[in-house]
């Protein structure tokens, strides 16, 4: 009799020690999840770019910066700017920081060359946007002032947006090619003596 409950209480403690064991011992078809930006690329790592934009600037006579002489007649320097840009972002996560270079060059108006470089730090949403502000240096030389004009320098700072394709509709066409839209404001100064709207199309890859 004794034999009996013995082996009745063996067979009712296995099934539980068994399940206790399939509990407590890692499975082998469990898998890794990576993480990921908003629009599915890695999480951290480093994307260069590069790009083209253009757009106009107009600078503050009545407050001018960083040394520049008032225009004659009280009028503003000013006119239409085309801009080459290089950098490289650094995603964090849903965040990300860079740095950005640029150089300028004006048609139709007072101003001949622009260059600088800048800092950048935003978030990236939606399926492939990025919002971002910047702050960083930049030289500025004016045709109005003659070919023997130097070159003025200041602090620059901006507020801008980045458009992937998927957020406006085109998500077919390029996919997840790295082509964003950039729309951007800009100004020179301390005091933001300049105002600089621009738009133009970056290259991620």
Known sequence: MR??????????????????????????????????APDGSRAFGIEPYFGVMGGYEQFDNSHPAAGIPKAPGGRDFDGGIVQGVVGVNVPLGPVFVGVEGNATKGFKG?????????????????????????????????????????????????????VGPKD????????????RLRLEVNSFGKDFNSFQPMAGVIMHF
């Open 3 to 36: 034999t009996l409950l013995a082996v009745a209480a063996l067979a009712a403690a296995f099934p539980a020690v068994a399940f206790a064991q399939d509990t407590d011992t890692p499975t082998t078809t469990e898998t890794s999840v990576t993480e990921t």
């Open 110 to 162: 007072d101003i001949d060359w622009e260059y600088g470089v800048a800092g950048r730090a935003g978030f990236r949403i939606g399926e492939s946007g990025l919002i971002y502000g910047k702050a960083g240096y930049q030289w500025v030389n004016f045709d109005a002032l003659g070919n023997d004009s130097r070159d003025f320098h200041d602090i620059t700072a901006g507020l801008g947006v980045e």
């Open 168 to 179: 406006i509709g085109l998500g077919g066409i390029t996919g997840r090619s790295g082509v």
